[in-house]
T-cell receptor, first 115, second 114 residues
């Protein structure tokens, strides 16, 4: 399968714990995005990388959220000191920069439940 | 600023009847508009896109949408629903140029009955 893959698919954690999600984009894509989707809502943009550079991070929800893409390939999203309000689906997407805006390929998501 | 409003949270149709999913947008500049579909336990998939070319856009699986600037609408239609069309559909707006910060609507769940 050459699509966007995310790991883990499901994560249950206790409040206050740290969690990390991994995203492997489509190999030839140089752009990578993180979105969050809560119940009954559409996905909400969090952050965006072009190669290893994080070009937009002002939408990260708080300083407890951070993302990296160290070698311009896979990316990680970390949430420190989780809160119950962090429970959501975290979506990763990738694209090729020469494609038109909005042509993103999404993974199946990582569902976080904070108890 | 940009936003989209999907006018129906749920739409129910019978198999073989037409589908209409409504979307209005707000944008301070010329937008790109998209429809994405999300089947259960599947990733979001691009259905079709409008990027200032033809106002009637055809997508995959027989879906199409018409950009109407005067009405600020981008409604999604299909002449005949199929059971496999049952999914959640998202209307999305983005700046015409620049990086892809997509703004999603809240989604419309399409239910198709036999």
């Amino acid at each position: 399968d050459t699509g966007v893959s995310q790991d883990p698919r499901h994560k249950i954690t206790k409040r206050g714990q740290n969690v990390t999600f991994r995203c492997d984009p489509i190999s030839e894509h140089n752009r990578l995005y993180w979105y969050r989707q809560t119940l009954g809502q559409g996905p909400e943009f969090l952050t965006y990388f072009q190669n290893e550079a994080q070009l937009e991070k002002s939408r990260l929800l708080s300083d407890r959220f951070s993302a990296e893409r160290p070698k311009g390939s896979f990316s990680t999203l970390e949430i420190q000191r989780t809160e119950q309000g962090d429970s959501a689906m975290y979506l990763c997407a990738s694209s090729f920069s020469r494609a038109g805006a909005g042509e993103l390929f999404f993974g199946e998501g990582s569902r976080l439940t904070v108890l | 600023a940009q936003s989209v409003t999907q006018l129906d949270s749920h739409v129910s149709v019978s198999e073989g009847t037409p589908v209409l999913l409504r979307c209005n947008y707000s944008s301070s500049y010329s937008p790109s508009l998209f429809w994405y579909v999300q089947h259960p336990n599947k990733g979001l998939q691009l259905l079709l896109k409008y990027t200032s070319a033809a106002t009637l856009v055809k997508g995959i699986n027989g879906f199409e949408a018409e950009f109407k600037k005067s009405e600020t609408s981008f409604h999604l239609t299909k002449p005949s629903a199929h059971m496999s069309d049952a999914a959640e559909y998202f209307c999305v707006v983005s700046p015409l140029s620049g990086y892809s910060t997509l703004t999603f609507g809240k989604g419309t769940m399409l239910l198709v009955s036999p």
